[in-house]
């Protein structure tokens, strides 16, 4: 394999014309994107992505979940291919990056090769999966999902939206349910670039965020049982506030969360209080209790010390408690080996970098289950995202596919 120079970089004016072509499509109302998923505006944004795809020399595929894969065939085509990309669907109020960095940067990969002659040894396939956001059809990174195993496809294609229409009836409407079988095909590694969605890159000052681990997740749900009284008359030994209950309890979840700082956290997110009247004492509380950290052990102590300090609280106060675990998943520790080849690739570009957990979830999360994956990610200003006003930097996109190219290119193989 001949060495990478430093000096192998992607094109950023068109990488930055390609994402404002898309963005034309399913224009949002503040100046961002509405292209949800299965919708005739994500199936525009397909065509558009195939097209240049095409025009780049790529073969396309299709799976059952409309996963769509373009490949640039490597000098030994039986060697497994190099797998990048994320999802051009948005939110409703969407970005016009969340995602589409990570699908047109590998396209702009592609083209830069394309462009140099360069060949690589292992076909290098960029992907667009389906539904990542999960806002018309839950759950989020449904058909990576699908794809590494963790749902069958047919409990995919009986999700419903608000509309009650099913999203496999509306992937085979808009024309993208193909053929192929879901999570057939093999990696021989995943990258995927992303903005960061938050704000720690910018404030530090880096270029490029490199991601070592996805923050796991617990959702406790809690029940207080006190009782409903005269805000005014109930005298205060008498009173069983199940507000007040929850109160403390949170307190208590601050705490345990900041045990283990830095990178632990915990809020309730959900509250209700019955019966939520201005001079009623809350007699019952529900909310549930949000901790998340990249260790597995952490979660799990976190989670038992809450219903140890929870009930500590209840009895205390005389009431009575109830905790329910109501969603989570495990945390993600991505392969050694392509987390390195990010690395490498930023020191060798000399881009300013720093590891990252990334808080959000990603259908590099999943695909990580099934082949070894890493991702790279870039600042956004202010770490807003899931909003129309979502912005980078065209330098900061083309840094980060930059990363992107030079991390495919070192796992693909240069020919010489
Ligand atoms: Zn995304």
């Excluded at 094109?11 to 224009?27: F, H, Q, T, V």
């Excluded at 979840?253 to 900041?258: K, N, P």
């Excluded at 979660?299 to 329910?324: K, N, P, S, T, Y």
Aim: include cysteine.
């Amino acid at each position: 394999m001949s060495a990478i120079g430093e000096n192998l970089k992607i094109n950023g004016e068109r990488l930055w014309d390609s994402l404002m072509e898309m963005a034309k499509i399913g224009p949002g109302v503040a100046g961002g994107n509405n292209r949800q998923t299965v919708t005739d505006e994500d199936s525009e944004g397909r065509h558009l992505f195939e097209s240049w795809c095409k025009a780049a020399g790529c073969t396309m595929g299709l799976d059952q979940m409309g996963n769509m894969f373009a490949r640039r065939e490597g000098a030994d085509p039986d060697a497994l291919p190099v797998y990048v990309g994320s999802h051009l669907d948005t939110q409703p109020t969407g970005g016009k990056y969340d995602g589409v960095l990570g699908v047109l940067g590998g396209l702009e990969i592609l083209r830069t090769l394309n462009d140099l002659d360069i060949r690589t040894k292992h076909p290098i396939v960029v992907t667009n999966f389906t539904n990542e956001e999960g806002t018309r059809y839950a759950p989020a990174m449904l058909s990576s999902g699908v794809f590494a195993g963790l749902h069958t496809q047919d409990w995919a294609y009986d999700r419903v939206d608000a509309d009650g229409k099913k999203f496999g009836d509306e992937l085979k409407r808009i024309g993208w349910r193909g053929d192929e079988e879901t999570g057939a095909r093999k990696m021989h590694a995943f990258f995927e670039l992303h903005i960061e969605q938050g704000p720690i890159l910018e404030a530090e000052g880096k270029e490029i965020g490199v991601v070592t681990h996805g923050q796991g997740l617990s959702w406790t749900q809690i029940t207080v049982h006190g009782k409903d009284s005269h805000t005014g008359s109930t005298p205060m030994p008498m009173r069983k506030n199940a507000g007040l209950a929850m109160a403390r309890i949170l307190a208590k979840v601050e705490d345990i969360a900041l045990s283990h700082a830095p990178h632990a956290v915990g809020a309730a997110g959900h509250i209700d209080v019955y019966p939520n009247s201005r001079n009623v004492i809350p007699g019952k509380a529900v909310f549930t209790v949000d901790f998340r950290s990249p260790e597995l052990a952490v979660i799990e102590d976190m989670e038992a010390r809450l219903r140890v300090e929870g009930q500590a609280i209840a009895d205390q106060m005389g009431m009575e408690i109830e905790f329910e675990k109501v969603g989570g998943f495990d945390p993600v520790t991505f392969d050694e080996n392509c987390v390195a080849a990010v690395r490498n690739a930023a020191e060798r570009l000399g881009y300013s970098h720093m590891n990252l957990i990334s808080g959000a979830g990603h259908d590099a999360c999943w695909i990580n289950r099934v082949a070894p994956t890493a991702m790279v990610m870039c600042p956004c200003v202010d770490g807003l995202s899931h909003n129309e006003a979502e912005e980078i930097s065209p330098e900061w996109a083309a840094a980060g596919t930059d990363v992107l190219l030079h991390a495919v290119v070192e796992t693909a193989e240069i020919v010489a």
